[in-house]
Structure formats: structure tokens, C-alpha cells
């Protein structure tokens, strides 16, 4: 009986897909970790430094049904790509704030929202078979 040859293509995409989603999962938890560690140099508030997990999480409860339809009408990839770019704009701002000193703590609630806001029609995208 003969083994039918693996689909090189279908690997390889595969692949991609997987090691995308690895980065970009890995990256979620490094940036929730770090907007914790940034809201701490400008506040020591326990409320305030906890409201910044509050708002990356908050698009979950808000905006997941209706992301989770774009996700179903459009073209998956270039909505992967918007998220993507998206969620470097917010560590692109966020590193410059940092480096600049100019972050402030509503700032960083901005920018946990848009972290937040990214993430969620990533996530919806990005379990979809046809995503590759």
C-alpha cells in the first residue's frame, strides 16, 4: 500500500500560520507584563495599576461578537495583518512614551484598550482554518 506524498505547500503554510500565532501570543503576554510594569513607574495606585489589565481585557466582553463576524466577512489574512500592525503602532507608542518620559497613566489606559481592541479580532481570525 502505497503512502501518499506530504503536501509541501500545505506544511509550509502551516507553518507559518503557527509560528505567527506563537509570536503573537508569546508577545500578548510579554505586553501584559509590561503595560503592569509601566503603569507601576507612574503610579503606585493599586487601583490604577490594576485598571490597566481591566482595559486590555475589556474588548473581550465588548467588541468579540462583533469582531468574530468581521472576522467571518472578510479576507482573514489582511485582517491579521491590520491587528498585527495595529498592536505595533500601540508598543511603538508605548516605547516612545517610555523613552521620551511623556507617559502618562491615561496614555497607557489608551493604549491597553487599543492592545485589547487588536488582540480580539486577531484571536477570531487566526482560529479559522482558511486564516493561511
Given amino acids: 500500500m502505497a503512502v501518499p ?3 509541501r505547500v ?3 503554510r502551516f507553518r507559518k500560520l503557527w509560528s505567527a500565532t506563537a509570536t503573537s501570543n508569546l508577545s500578548d503576554g510579554v505586553l501584559l507584563a509590561a ?3 509601566a503603569a507601576l513607574t507612574l503610579t503606585r495606585d493599586p ?4 485598571a490597566v489589565t481591566g482595559f486590555q481585557y475589556l474588548p473581550w466582553l465588548l467588541v ?5 463576524t468581521l472576522a467571518d466577512r472578510v479576507d482573514r489574512v489582511f485582517l491579521l495583518r491590520v491587528a498585527s500592525a495595529c498592536r505595533a503602532v500601540g508598543v511603538g507608542l508605548l516605547a516612545v512614551g517610555l523613552a521620551t518620559d511623556h507617559l ?3 496614555m497607557l489606559y489608551g ?10 479580532p486577531y484571536d ?9
Fill in 5 to 7: 506524498a506530504p503536501d
Fill in 10 to 12: 500545505a506544511w509550509r
Fill in 35 to 37: 503595560t503592569q510594569l
Fill in 47 to 50: 487601583l490604577a495599576i490594576t
Fill in 64 to 68: 468579540s461578537i462583533p469582531m468574530g
Fill in 104 to 106: 502618562h497613566i491615561a
Fill in 111 to 120: 493604549l491597553a484598550l487599543l492592545f485589547g481592541i487588536a488582540e480580539t
Fill in 124 to 132: 477570531n481570525a487566526y482560529c479559522s482554518p482558511s486564516a493561511t
